[in-house]
Structures are given as C-alpha cells and as structure tokens.
C-alpha cells in the first residue's frame, strides 16, 4: 500500500488515512468561535418569528422572514420540540 500511495501521487494526508484507516470525526464545538454555533442565532428567530405572530396575527406577511430565517437554521427537532413545548406551555422562551 505504501508503495501505492508513492506511485498514485495521493496526497499526504489521504496516503495517512489509507495506511492507516484513520476515523475522521468533526472537531467539538469551540465557545471562542461564536459565528460557528448558530444554536442561539436559530432559537432567537424562533422566538421572534412567534412574538411577530402574537402582535400581527398568524397571516401577517411581515412574519415571514423570521420564519425562513428559524426554518433555515434550526433543524427540524428541534422545532417540532419546541412546538409541543408551546402548546403545553412549558416552553422555556420568552414569547
């Protein structure tokens, strides 16, 4: 196999992982890298999207973005938890 990796022309690392058959994991969460974790940023619209409801009504066009943002971010888990949690008001955000 090393003579393999020498001949194909492979790249260092991908020579390492062949020889070797490294696991690949992600690196954890690191709080000094703030605009990495969007977990804040994704219940933030949540709660906006619900207040913008409350105050203009569940047809408000101007609610709509807040929507797309909290739908882009959060994944779908997470919602449908948070959901629940509001229709047995035990959600733990402020709306």
């Not at 390492?16 to 219940?43: G, S, W």
């Not at 906006?48 to 408000?60: L, M, N, P, Q, V």
């Amino acid at each position: 196999m090393e003579d393999e990796c020498i001949s194909e022309s492979y790249s260092f690392f991908l020579c390492v992982f062949l020889l070797n058959q490294i696991e690949l994991k992600t690196a954890p969460a690191d709080f000094r890298f703030p605009t990495t974790n969007q977990t804040r940023h994704c219940f933030t619209r949540y709660i906006e999207f619900h207040r913008c409801t409350t105050a203009k009504g569940e047809d408000s066009n101007d609610c709509e973005r807040f929507a797309k943002y909290y739908r882009a971010l959060c994944p779908g888990e997470w919602v449908d938890k948070w959901n629940e949690q509001r229709e047995t008001g035990t959600f733990p955000g402020p709306l």
